[in-house]
Every structure is written in structure tokens, then in C-alpha cells.
């Protein structure tokens, strides 16, 4: 039988290849020390959880809650972005909560575009950055640039070329994947364009609290007038570590804002009151909780850094987020990323997500997640450190197992 039209429009989800040799593996007994997924395994902090406990046994909390978030979460949202960045929002009408920074996206995509649009998008990149709107029928031109000096010119040459104009183009520093972070001086620059171009900026701020060595990653809307073509969207899922509670936000733009609105008013009721009320009493704590959660990936980092050189992987240390984009070792280079996370997975019981999975120019890297304790990071390199010497010395046992089924 046929594919619906919009499932013929994605391609096939490399991830779950390395998640059927993950399953399989362990129904096989194995250890296996996944570094795939970036799923965060620090619990939610004990204040934000005894909140949710504490207005969940109101009864009157267990109705329909508001889709665009109820208001003293808006307002929690908007006053931290004052805090962080300086910036001023109104939350009635430039705040919309959303069930993470995912749906926003999705739900942006589906407010904004119409069939044939154009969007200029990152390559590598978050995987619904493209397809939220490949599936609401826009279509994805991809940019293999880094936010520096390069970056300009490839608007330019996106604009020049596309047909029609693009529409918008997506922002996600520190990126998921690769960790790069954006500074002020780019963000003003990529503003000064797309107000040039009437472009709409969607920028995605998911890991604005997770970096290191002492340098806060900017927000877009510090920059003067960039409201005026700007949303921004952020979660709370690494922040506070809140991954399943599906609580993000979307700010900026008041007429997009309000399209986005307006989608989702038809789409859901919003997350429930309880975790929106628990939500705001995080957006309103002093910030120790972010800081400790911070602390724990920058000694993750650290550890992995060091551990995976140790072993013969020589990977640059992140400046930002809770992954490494790692380079491919040589020796396995040709092999492409999802083969060589197929490997690990075998011979070293290691788990990593293969960088074609975020763009076919992520192909050269795998990423990797900090989320394992330092004991199992310093595990996984000791595997990785095994399977790297007995590959050098039997280069022919290192074949994908599943390449023979």
C-alpha cells in the first residue's frame, strides 16, 4: 500500500537503526553505555517536583489548562528573559508557552508556511528544524556553514538562488549538534539581514543555560529591532532537567506569536496546570538549580575530553550544550557515521548518535551525549579504548555485524 503523501516526504529515521542494535544487543545481556540520545538523567530538582506535588492535589487544577499557558508562567518566562538577556517581552502577547521547544517548532512551521516556501536551514542540524517544515509542505535549503564570517555570504547566495524568496531562516547556537555558539556581533549581523531581505529569524535557544568556561551564550533578541522579525524558542528540558515534563516557550514577534497561537488553539489544550504552575516556580528560583546542573555537564565534559584522548579519540571539547560533535577516527572514516556507530554499538558496547542523522554534511561526525555519570564515560572509553587497538591489529573483525544479515 501506498505512503501517505507526508510520510513519503521523510526519509527513512537513521536513528532507529542504532536503536534496534542498541535493544538487541542488550536483550543479548550486553552493558551498553548509550551516548545517543541526549536525554537527560539528572532528576528533576526536589523544589520543582514538590511544587507539581503540591498543586496537583487541587482538584480544580485537573481541568483543561490554557494552551497558550497560563499567565503566571508567561510572566515567570518574560521576567527571565529580562533577567538573562536584558530583554523586555510582554507576556500577553509576545510569550506563548509550548509542550517543548519540538511542538513549537512544528507548530510554527505549520503557522507560517505555505506550499513552495523556502527556508534557509543549518546543515547539520536538529532534525525538525527542516522537517517541521518539509511536512507542512515548505521546502529546505541547506546551508553547510558555521556561525562566522562565512555565514553572510551564504544568506546571500541562499536569497540569489531560491525562488521564491525565502521565507525564514532557522538559528540554533549553541547548536544541537555540533555545539557551536553564536556571538552578539553574528546575531546583529544575521538581523541587519534579514530585515534587509524581509526574512523571519526562528532561533532555537534549547541549551542557552548548558556552557562552560564562563561566556553565556547571547539570545537573538538582544540585538536592537530584532523582535521586529525574530522568535525564539526555549526549553526547560536541559535546563532544569525536566525532559518528560515537555515544557518549553516561544518568544518574540507579536503577529508571529500570535499565528502560532492561534495553530496550536486548535491543537491542544496545553500541558497541564500543575507542571505549567511547577514550571513557573523554576523560571522563578535563584538560579542554583541551573547552576548545579551546569556544573555537572562541564565536569562530564571535562571527563569524556579526557578519557576518549586517552583512548585514542582526540575529541574538541564543547563550549556549550550536553554533546560533543566528534569527529569520525580516521581508520573508520570511510565508513560513514551510521556504520561506524553500528561498531561501537557491537564491539564496544557504546552508543552515539551517527551524525548523518542531523544532515547529510553531518556524515564525517557522530555526536555524543553527556549523559552518563563520569564513571560510565570513563567505561565507555575504556571499550572505545579496546575496540581502537584490536581494530588496529585485526582490521577485518571489525566489520558491522549487521552488514552480514
Request: net charge positive; charged share 20%; with cysteine.
Amino acid at each position: 500500500m501506498e505512503e501517505f503523501h507526508k510520510v513519503r516526504r521523510l526519509p527513512p529515521y537513521v536513528f532507529e537503526q542504532v536503536n534496534r542494535l542498541k535493544a538487541s544487543a542488550r536483550s543479548r545481556g550486553a552493558d551498553i553505555i548509550d551516548l545517543g540520545m541526549g536525554n537527560p538523567d539528572l532528576p528533576t530538582p526536589k523544589a520543582i517536583v514538590d511544587k507539581l506535588c503540591e498543586v496537583v492535589r487541587d482538584p480544580r487544577t485537573h481541568r483543561y489548562s490554557s494552551s497558550r499557558g497560563i499567565p503566571g508562567l508567561r510572566r515567570a518566562q518574560a521576567a527571565y528573559y529580562q533577567r538573562r538577556f536584558g530583554v523586555k517581552l510582554n507576556p500577553d502577547t509576545q510569550v506563548v508557552a509550548t509542550l517543548g521547544s519540538k511542538e513549537g517548532f512544528a507548530n510554527m512551521a505549520q503557522a507560517i508556511t505555505a506550499p513552495g516556501d523556502v527556508i534557509l536551514c543549518p546543515n547539520p542540524t536538529y532534525p525538525i528544524h527542516a522537517f517541521g517544515f518539509i511536512m507542512s509542505g515548505g521546502v529546505i535549503r541547506s546551508l553547510q556553514v558555521e556561525p562566522d564570517d562565512g555565514f553572510i555570504p551564504a544568506l546571500e547566495r541562499g536569497v540569489r538562488h531560491s525562488i521564491p524568496k525565502p521565507l525564514a531562516l532557522i538559528l540554533n547556537y549553541p547548536s544541537n549538534p555540533t555545539a557551536l555558539v553564536a556571538s552578539l556581533d553574528f546575531y546583529k549581523d544575521v538581523v541587519a539581514f534579514a530585515k534587509k531581505n524581509d526574512i523571519i529569524i526562528l532561533s532555537d535557544l534549547a541549551y542557552s543555560e548548558i556552557y562552560f568556561d564562563g561566556n553565556p551564550p547571547p539570545s537573538v533578541l538582544q540585538v536592537p529591532g530584532a523582535i521586529d522579525v525574530c522568535v525564539e524558542f526555549t526549553s526547560m528540558s536541559k535546563t532544569f532537567s525536566m525532559p518528560g515534563w515537555r515544557m518549553g516557550f516561544a518568544v518574540g514577534n507579536e503577529r508571529l506569536i500570535s499565528a502560532l497561537t492561534r495553530v496550536k488553539s486548535y491543537l491542544d489544550y496545553g500541558a497541564f496546570t500543575p507542571i505549567q504552575v511547577a514550571a513557573a516556580h523554576a523560571l522563578n528560583g535563584d538560579g542554583a538549580d541551573i547552576a548545579e546542573v551546569r556544573d555537572i555537564y562541564h565536569k562530564r565534559r571535562d571527563v569524556m575530553v579526557d578519557a576518549f584522548g586517552r583512548a585514542g579519540w582526540n575529541i574538541p571539547a564543547p563550549a556549550a550544550s550536553m554533546f560533543a560533535w566528534a569527529p569520525i577516527p580516521e581508520p573508520f572514516k570511510h565508513l560513514g557515521s551510521l556504520e561506524f556507530s553500528k561498531l561501537l554499538i557491537e564491539h564496544a558496547d557504546v552508543a552515539v548518535a551517527p551524525g548523518v542523522g542531523f544532515g547529510e554534511h553531518g556524515d564525517d561526525f557522530v555526536r555524543v551525549a553527556l549523559v552518563e555519570n563520569e564513571h560510565r564515560i570513563r567505561q565507555a572509553a575504556r571499550n572505545i579504548k579496546r575496540f581502537l587497538s584490536t581494530s588496529a591489529k585485526q582490521p577485518n573483525n571489525v566489520v558491522p555485524l549487521s552488514a552480514h544479515r
